[in-house]
């Protein structure tokens, strides 16, 4: 493989759980715990997961949205040719390069954008932060992106206000926001989720398009498995805080290994009512890590667990061969 | 065949705003027997809710019924009083809302919620001995422990909340259960354990259930009839299976293929062009005409009445022999 454009290690998020304004916090929510992984130039990884599971933390950390514990964020060229750069504790200047590079899609389309603000003015604010270009050479860059997210003729959105456009065009305007600058790395955190399905569709087709044309890599966060094997070349699950299982998208799908992929999988609502689903059955719902013990996060609910994951230590992501990584320390046995 | 539980027929119903009528539900004609689980799907302001809604007589203030009826076990219940309604709802139909989790009243136990609403509606009145009992058979009924009762909503988990409200909604047997997007907040694990909780809790009581939502996966994995919604009017309605595999309205075949599934090949979906109609104005003739691949000039001058092609399979369009086969898309 060649270089990774962006290479995450042992990346962690706690978060203090208040105890009183005086005193100081002893226990910490686990909301992301130690991942790591990597994404390619051009490629798209899916990350996926129950409410809680720590997705978007992580998607706010990679964009420093969020400020990381410990551990590493490594940002590449899209090209490949320069050396990763730890941009987990940038600031300033440095700051303002980073965010020519990596930019967020919010999932919200109501929320993430100013309404007192006209399109052009939202799309235009990353060039003027950034100081790109006179006015009028904005004004054609802000033109050109609406033209290629689809709303056109351009001059009939420049000047229209959030409140006129309808959430499919909402989330358009986000998407040109968001590659104004031409970014190599964009995090969607669930951007389809508030739309109808007539509309996801074209959304999805529309980012799928733009990555191809802008070269640029995708960390998609969704709560939605189908959702990420249509967006997603590979697919990474989350459990409170930890990666259980990593690897392409069709084979992860195909051959879950992970307990918790399969009975995610399951459950999985399908449009077709003569398909029979296997029938993997897990305990409960998901709970918070708070302090959480060193074994395997996924014990509490695991209809497999043995005494081995009592005693041991949270198992690592091991290869299974085909680039397939699975966190669990029975995955021969229960297969 | 005996008659039907529910049958919706002819149903109009509009909003009265400022800017003019809205043409929430047009024309729409249904019925369900007893046992029978039937799911409304469509987007967002295509009607499915405003009929939920106006089964139970719900409907806003500005909602207006032009004309059509809904006759449960034969009775009109537009032609009701308020008060005679008020004692249908709960005891005959009672329902699930979307978002019903997050209704309990934080001060109050989760028992002693239930119990009111027996209370109100259980008639003859029962003893707390009794009411106690049958809200013990309710948690396990639902799968929740009968202890639990005894909690605050806070104590209990989104799903777990949920449940509560299914056996809310079960406490007063009613024949008919509305489900307004029953697990749409829910993750999918808990929404998957709820879905087929539902489902046993009907076998075993034998009462109807109206799914509505906007997922077409969930309607596939929980109903025997299948109903489609676009701006306001029924456009196909038929038996579950007959309808996933043969697709016969336009919508309901560009709906269809524009689902993602876990399952199947992998394949490019096809987008839905265009936004649902605005319906203070909709489209004259064929409300899905202007976004339809295979309209003609007949679907902008004259309406399609919901046609019979076979088991009960209905489609209100002129051309649904053009619409071409799902099978080998899906599959």
């Known amino acids: 493989m060649s270089q990774p454009l962006v290479k995450v290690d042992q990346l962690t998020k706690l978060f203090p759980v208040s105890r009183g304004m005086f005193r100081k916090p002893i226990d910490f929510i ?174 999805m087709d529309l980012m799928l398009k733009l990555a191809d044309e802008f070269n640029v890599s995708y960390l998609y966060i969704t709560h939605d498995l189908a959702v990420a094997r249509y967006m997603c070349d590979r697919i990474a699950v989350m459990y409170l805080g930890k990666i259980v299982e990593i690897g392409d998208t069709e084979e992860i799908l195909g051959n879950p290994l992970h307990p918790y992929t399969r009975a995610l999988l399951s459950a999985v609502p399908v449009p077709d009512p003569s398909f029979k689903k296997p029938d993997v059955q897990i305990l409960g719902g998901i709970t918070k890590a708070i302090n959480p013990p060193a074994r395997c996060r996924f014990i509490e609910r695991c209809p497999f667990s043995q005494a081995i994951c009592e005693v041991e230590d949270h198992p690592p992501l091991e290869d299974k061969g085909g680039d397939h990584y699975v966190a669990c320390h029975l995955v021969e046995k229960t297969a | 065949m005996s008659r039907p539980l529910l049958e919706v027929d002819h149903l109009v119903m509009n909003y009265k705003t400022e800017k003019g009528d809205v043409s929430a539900v047009e024309d729409v004609t249904f019925t369900l027997h007893s046992g029978e689980s039937l799911g409304l799907v469509g987007e967002s302001g295509c009607g499915k809710t405003s009929i939920a809604m106006s089964l139970l007589r719900l409907v806003a203030e500005n909602a207006v019924f032009k004309s059509g009826e809904i006759r449960l076990e034969g009775t009109n219940l537009l032609a009701l009083s308020e008060e005679e309604m008020r004692q249908r709802r709960w005891n005959d139909i009672s329902m699930v809302f979307q978002g019903a989790m997050n209704a309990w009243n934080p001060v109050y136990r989760v028992g002693d919620q239930i119990r009111e609403a027996m209370d109100l509606h259980f008639r003859p009145r029962l003893s707390t001995a009794e009411s106690n009992d049958r809200i013990d058979r309710l948690f396990n009924l639902v799968g929740l422990n009968p202890a639990m009762a005894d909690r605050y909503p806070h104590e209990f988990s989104g799903g777990m909340r949920q449940r509560a409200i299914i056996a809310m909604a079960l406490s007063c047997d009613p024949k008919l259960i509305i489900a307004d997007e029953p697990t749409t907040a829910l993750d999918v694990i808990v929404q998957d354990q709820i879905l087929q909780e539902l489902k046993k809790i009907q076998a075993e009581l034998g009462m109807s259930i109206i799914y509505i939502s906007h997922d077409i996966a969930v309607i596939a994995e929980v109903t025997d009839t299948i109903g489609v919604m676009y701006a306001g009017k029924l456009v196909e309605i038929g038996p579950t299976s007959e309808v996933f595999a043969r697709p016969r309205h336009p919508y309901t075949f560009l709906l269809l293929s524009s689902t993602p599934s876990v399952t199947g090949p992998r394949r490019k979906l096809a987008p839905l062009e265009g936004e649902p109609p605005n319906l203070l104005d909709p489209p004259p003739a064929c409300r899905f005409h202007p976004r339809c691949p295979w309209a003609t000039d007949r679907c902008r001058t004259e309406e399609p009445k919901a046609e019979d092609i076979g088991g009960g399979h209905l489609v209100a369009c002129w051309n649904w022999q053009e619409v071409p086969e799902i099978g080998a898309m899906i599959k």
């Open chain 1, 30 to 203: 686990h909301a992301v715990d130690g991942i790591s992984f990597e994404i390619a130039p051009g490629e798209s990884l899916g990350l996926v997961g129950e409410s809680g599971c720590g997705k978007s933390t992580t998607g706010r950390m990679l964009v420093r949205l969020a400020d990381a514990t410990s551990g590493q964020i490594l940002l590449g060229d899209a090209d490949g040719s320069d050396d990763l750069v730890d941009v987990a504790h940038i600031d300033g200047s440095d700051m303002g390069k980073f965010r020519r590079r990596v930019q967020m899609i919010f999932q919200d389309p109501y929320e993430s954008m100013n309404p007192r603000r006209t399109v052009f003015e939202t799309i235009a604010e990353p060039l003027s932060v950034q100081n790109i270009g006179t006015l009028q050479e904005r004004e054609e860059r802000v033109s050109a992106m609406l033209k290629l997210v689809g709303l056109s003729p351009p001059e009939t959105f420049l000047f229209r206000y959030p409140h006129e456009l309808s959430g499919g065009q909402r989330q358009r305007v986000a998407i040109a926001r968001a590659l104004v600058l031409d970014p190599s790395f964009v995090v969607a955190d669930e951007p389809t989720s508030m739309l109808d399905v007539s509309i996801r569709i074209s959304i």
